[in-house]
């Protein structure tokens, strides 16, 4: 197949050794931390000045999953797992002499960081510890001691999203669905709880506390369609858009207004970070997938915008203040570089790539980015998409990759994926739909796949193909069906609804059967994604007929599966009936499942393992 640069193709193990450095953190001396997969997991790592070489602190194979420094002491906290198995442990960790203290000793629990006191003397967060279908919130000093239970949740997922100035609250978030969020304030002396926004279906996001404790700074779409920077009055409980910031006001002659039925009027807000001593706020919005940054600060409760670094080629993934908010650090990549920090000083258009990431030798001609296009779909509809052609891509015979996101409240988005840059060196095209339930389009779009509206995403796929067989490159004898997750479901409904599409089907850790998914994921998910699904109690009937494990007799492409058996979300058993099935009716079927892996592959030598096995897949039937 055509690919790379001058002839020259690149294994898979070269793009998958490329390394991902995010999540960062500020010390109170100035130093980044970060999460590096330098090592083959993610660990935490710090960096003391932009481009310096970097200094590992954790020393594990198993994945660490978050970092957050204390506000006061040269230290910090991390999470970290068995297995990729989402029952996180929280651990503290002391910069001045490298010692490591375990705050919680619950393997068969998972810990949700929350937040650091602001005098540094205690951390929040949530757990399952009582009854595995609840999360509580537990304060615990740094020192370590037991964790105190100081509310006890009302069933599901719970979060903490932050602790107040005044010491004494928590502000936290939790889910009854994909486009409905619990706000409320805790009292952690008192025990009282009281609720916000309560009046109608709201998200509520990235929260903080004002320098005055009198007002929550957050992201929301309450009264909208679309997420703005929102204030809540935690006296009143008002809640209204931030004067000056922007997505406050919906305006006509936004420049970033989207064109096409998926593209809004204004473009959401999805990002917010807060400097609460000098009340200077940095904020993200998401404009057609790509991220547009916005720095300013609060002058009589109104957002004054001043300059900030332009991120427009790529995705703004996180962003975090230093201790005195002089600077602050941003998580970034595009389609062909890899994810890294940049540190940018508050005020200024200019930014440091503090951690800057190589490509394992792959030189930067051979990576390619994409278009943004939109097709056509059954109910007229316009669907927003990424399309990507190989570098020396021949009319007519060029093969596509159809990659499915998960989610299915979620976004692909325009950073780097290895995996991808490696197919279109091998010489796919790819593309990536934002099918009808993603995020990023307005509440509206994101709830057109609600329950009885299931399978409308899956055609919305078909309708993919169709655009692509009029594309001048494409092959339409070599489409192949992609996608993890919820992307996993539409790709085995894809090939049962739509079987003579299909070249080949790749799916990961996906749902076969709604009934058997919803009665053995987690205690603490089900009623959540029951909310999306339909109910064990109420809709047995449609989940039956959404289920692709009940339409196997229509697959006819060679199908590759893969899991983690540690998955708490989606059980591994899902991916083992549909591959029995299949396999029973003579048609090609490859699995690869990880004994020390869940709902992600998390090590790298198990990455390589698992796309060098869907390349050979690949190379084999399409």
């Given at each position: 197949m055509p690919a790379g640069v001058a002839g020259m193709a690149y294994d898979v193990a070269r793009y998958l050794s490329i390394e991902t450095v995010e999540t960062p953190s500020f010390t109170v001396d100035g130093d980044l931390l970060c999460l590096a997969d330098t090592s083959g997991t993610p660990q935490v790592w710090r960096v003391a000045e932009g481009g310096a070489w970097p200094e590992r602190l954790t020393p594990y194979e198993e994945r660490v999953s978050t970092v957050a420094a204390s506000p006061t002491r040269p230290e910090f906290v991390f999470g970290m797992d068995r297995g990729s198995d989402e029952r996180d442990q929280l651990f503290r960790y002391d910069l001045a002499d490298g010692e490591i203290h375990r705050l919680t000793d619950d393997p068969d629990s998972t810990h949700q960081w929350g937040a650091w006191?602001?005098?540094?003397?205690?951390?929040?967060?949530?757990?399952?510890?009582?009854?595995?279908?609840?999360?509580?919130?537990?304060?615990?000093?740094?020192?370590?001691?037991?964790?105190?239970?100081?509310?006890?949740?009302?069933?599901?997922?719970?979060?903490v999203a932050a602790w107040g100035p005044d010491g004494r609250r928590l502000a936290l978030l939790s889910p009854r669905s994909s486009v409905d969020v619990e706000l409320s304030v805790l009292d952690v002396e008192t025990g009282d709880l009281r609720r916000f926004g309560t009046d109608?279906?709201?998200?509520?996001?990235?929260?903080?506390?004002?320098?005055?404790?009198?007002?929550?700074?957050?992201?929301?779409?309450?009264?909208?369609?679309?997420?703005?920077?929102?204030?809540?009055d935690l006296d009143t409980g008002a809640v209204d858009p931030l004067p000056g910031a922007p997505g406050s006001a919906v305006d006509a002659d936004d420049p970033d207004a989207g064109a096409g039925t998926a593209g809004p009027a204004t473009w959401p807000v999805d990002?917010?970070?807060?400097?609460?001593?000098?009340?200077?706020?940095?904020?993200?919005?998401?404009?057609?997938?790509?991220?547009?940054?916005?720095?300013?600060?609060?002058?009589?409760?109104?957002?004054?915008?001043?300059?900030?670094?332009?991120?427009?080629?790529?995705?703004?993934?996180?962003?975090?203040?230093?201790?005195?908010?002089?600077?602050?650090?941003?998580?970034?990549?595009?389609?062909?570089?890899?994810?890294?920090?940049?540190?940018?000083?508050?005020?200024?258009?200019?930014?440091?790539?503090?951690?800057?990431?190589?490509?394992?030798g792959v030189p930067q001609a051979a990576l390619r980015a994409q278009e943004v296009v939109r097709y056509e779909t059954f109910d007229s509809r316009e669907i927003p998409a990424y399309w990507t052609l190989p570098a020396d891509a021949e009319p007519g015979s060029t093969p596509v990759v159809v990659d499915v996101h998960g989610g299915p409240s979620h976004q692909r988005r325009p950073w780097f994926y290895p995996q991808k840059q490696h197919f279109l060196d091998e010489?796919?095209?790819?593309?990536?739909?934002?099918?009808?339930?993603?995020?990023?389009?307005?509440?509206?779009?994101?709830?057109?796949?609600?329950?009885?509206?299931?399978?409308?995403?899956?055609?919305?796929?078909?309708?993919?193909?169709?655009?692509?067989?009029?594309?001048?490159?494409?092959?339409?004898?070599?489409?192949?069906?992609?996608?993890?997750?919820?992307?996993?479901?539409?790709?085995?409904?894809?090939?049962?609804?739509?079987?003579?599409?299909?070249?080949?089907?790749?799916?990961?850790?996906?749902?076969?059967?709604?009934?058997?998914?919803?009665?053995?994921?987690?205690?603490?998910?089900?009623?959540?994604?029951?909310?999306?699904?339909?109910?064990?109690?109420?809709?047995?009937?449609?989940?039956?007929?959404?289920?692709?494990?009940?339409?196997?007799?229509?697959?006819?492409?060679?199908?590759?599966?893969?899991?983690?058996?540690?998955?708490?979300?989606?059980?591994?058993e899902e991916s083992e009936a549909i591959a029995e099935r299949v396999r029973e009716r003579g048609v090609p079927v490859e699995t690869c499942i990880f004994a020390d892996e869940g709902h992600h592959t998390t090590d790298r030598a198990n990455r390589i393992e698992q796309f060098e096995r869907v390349a050979a897949f690949l190379d084999e039937h399409v």
């Open positions: 006191s602001p005098d540094g003397e205690r951390v929040a967060f949530a757990a399952n510890r009582e009854d595995t279908g609840r999360f509580d919130v537990y304060v615990q000093d740094r020192s370590g001691g037991e964790p105190k239970l100081v509310h006890e949740g009302s069933g599901g997922w719970l979060s109608e279906v709201a998200r509520f996001s990235h929260v903080h506390f004002d320098s005055r404790g009198s007002s929550l700074l957050l992201v929301t779409d309450f009264g909208r369609d679309r997420p703005y920077v929102g204030r809540v990002g917010l970070a807060v400097h609460r001593a000098t009340e200077r706020l940095a904020v993200t919005r998401n404009v057609d997938g790509y991220s547009r940054l916005h720095t300013g600060y609060l002058d009589e409760g109104r957002f004054v915008e001043n300059a900030a670094p332009d991120v427009s080629d790529g995705v703004v993934s996180a962003v975090s203040f230093g201790t005195e908010g002089r600077r602050y650090a941003v998580a970034y990549s595009d389609p062909t570089t890899p994810k890294g920090i940049h540190v940018a000083t508050f005020g200024t258009d200019t930014d440091e790539r503090y951690t800057p990431v190589g490509t394992c010489g796919y095209a790819v593309l990536e739909p934002n099918v009808r339930g993603s995020t990023g389009y307005g509440r509206a779009y994101t709830a057109l796949d609600d329950v009885e509206k299931r399978l409308d995403s899956v055609r919305d796929v078909a309708a993919a193909v169709e655009w692509l067989t009029d594309e001048e490159f494409v092959d339409p004898d070599r489409i192949v069906a992609y996608g993890r997750s919820y992307g996993g479901f539409v790709v085995l409904s894809a090939i049962t609804r739509y079987p003579e599409l299909w070249a080949a089907a790749v799916e990961f850790v996906g749902i076969a059967n709604f009934e058997t998914f919803l009665e053995n994921t987690g205690d603490w998910r089900r009623a959540h994604r029951e909310a999306e699904y339909g109910s064990l109690a109420d809709d047995r009937d449609l989940l039956e007929e959404i289920s692709p494990i009940h339409d196997v007799d229509a697959i006819e492409c060679p199908l590759f599966v893969q899991h983690g058996a540690n998955d708490p979300r989606v059980p591994v």
